[in-house]
Nanobody
Framework: VQLQASGGGLVQAGGSLGLSCSTS????????MGWYRQAPGKQRELVAS???????TYADSVKGRFTISRDNAKNTVYLQMNSLKPEDTAVYYC???????????WGQGTQVTVSA
């Protein structure tokens, strides 16, 4: 497995969860790192991404609630999710995309369930 994700779980609405994803330095150092999610019956969508510079981008639906960050020393990307809503329920996938090549890697997915 190129990307190893952890975190997730079950939380009540309004609660918080954190995700982390680690990979090798050879992948991490040249990749934009992102988190995607896929809810049942829906397409996979980008939640947040962070460039090598640390500049983040967010889906409108999570702005102000989620924070993505990367630790270049640990080759790890994090997603802190606050004020969770039931509609955030999905399988969350970590992604590493090299902007200078076609290299694209996915983590195994981790379930996030938010109860009402």
């Amino acid at each position: 497995v190129q990307l190893q994700a952890s975190g997730g779980g079950l939380v009540q609405a309004g609660g918080s969860l954190g995700l982390s994803c680690s990979t090798s330095r050879s992948i991490f150092s040249v990749s934009n790192m992102g988190w995607y999610r896929q809810a049942p019956g829906k397409q996979r969508e980008l939640v947040a991404s962070v460039a090598g510079s640390g500049y983040p981008t967010y889906a409108d639906s999570v702005k102000g609630r989620f924070t993505i960050s990367r630790d270049n020393a640990k080759n790890t990307v994090y997603l802190q999710m606050n004020s969770l809503k039931p509609e955030d329920t999905a399988v969350y996938y970590c992604n590493a995309a090299n902007p200078w090549s076609t290299a694209n890697y996915w983590g195994q997915g981790t379930q996030v369930t938010v109860s009402a």
